[in-house]
């Protein structure tokens, strides 16, 4: 029956042409509500994937119940820094490195066959502290979580082609705790998020160290899954290393204020003081369990 409703309520939004055209299919969809994960692919057919894949992320970890392979290798980033820029896309916080740089960073080892160029960083939070990660780990979902996205670059173009291709895409997962001192290039990133507190607006970040971000670790769990936005494509090989990386507070602090504005759907036309308003909350809820920090 909320299906149905659901659909209908999706019919009548097409047929207001005077919204369509305001509001892109990308505009369209969040993190919560009517037009959140379960109902990504009723708001676009292209979007399938979302409601009928059979390898979508985010998942819960149960660690006890993974297999050792003794043919992974340590995963490599390259250590030099690159220049980009954070920007608040109404839907999550999201680092672009610059196109034109001169030195990409690299992504090999691990699991991975083939050599991947790093893209962009997605965090993830939500209006709690408690509750910010898209995976989980025995249940236990982290304050925020850090994705790092790299493309397969011997095998296709850029980061666009390799999304919806066969093993396009790398992502890194890094888990975030509370504690006093945040780790140093993600206070890089996070100084900045005063700065972009309405969908649309970007600033620059200079000199980067994507390796820097990663805790002193050569663990990780690995699988095959999907990106976490629509179309879902499952392309996507998941790492997500065994020790968290550190924020402060004045992190969840600056987080929260992004999503302190939330609009519905119906009303994503409207703007508040002539900005688009970001909704980014995810609900989740998980009890508590222990896992590694560094």
């Not at 692919?41 to 979508?56: A, D, M």
């Not at 490599?76 to 980009?84: A, E, Q």
């Not at 296709?156 to 066969?166: G, V």
Request: aromatic share 10%.
């Amino acid at each position: 029956m909320l299906v149905s409703m659901v659909a209908a309520f999706f019919v009548q939004l097409i047929l207001r042409k005077d919204i369509i055209a305001a509001v892109s299919w990308e505009e369209w969809w969040t993190y919560d509500g009517i037009s959140g994960p379960a109902f990504w692919g009723l708001i676009n057919p292209e979007w399938s994937l979302c409601n009928k894949g059979r390898r979508q992320s985010p998942v819960n970890l149960e660690p006890s119940k993974l297999l050792f392979d003794p043919n992974l290798r340590t995963l490599h980033i390259d250590k030099h820094r690159v220049n980009g820029a954070i920007m608040n896309t109404g839907h999550s916080v999201i680092f672009t490195v610059d196109n034109d740089t001169r030195h990409h960073i690299n992504v090999t080892g691990g699991p991975l066959s083939y050599k991947y160029q790093f893209q962009e960083i997605h965090i993830h939070y939500g209006l709690h502290d408690q509750f910010g990660s898209e995976h989980s780990i025995n249940g236990y979902a982290f304050p925020a979580e850090l994705q790092i996205f790299g493309f397969n670059s011997q095998l296709y173009s850029n980061f666009t082609e390799a999304l919806h291709k066969a093993q396009g895409i790398v992502v890194i997962s890094l888990l975030l705790q509370l504690g006093d001192l945040s780790n140093a290039e993600l206070r890089l990133l996070t100084d900045k998020l005063d700065r972009i507190r309405y969908g649309g607006e970007e600033v620059e970040v200079k000199r980067l160290s994507v390796r820097g971000l990663l805790p002193e670790t050569d663990y990780y769990m690995t699988y095959d899954g999907s990106t976490t936005m629509p179309a879902c494509y499952e392309t996507a090989t998941w790492l997500l290393l065994n020790m968290t990386i550190i924020h402060d507070k004045l992190l969840t602090k600056s987080l929260i204020r992004l999503i302190s504005c939330v609009i519905n759907i119906v009303e994503q036309v409207d703007t508040l003081n002539g900005k688009q308003c970001p909704s980014m909350y995810k609900d989740v809820h998980y009890k508590a369990n222990s896992w590694r920090q560094h």
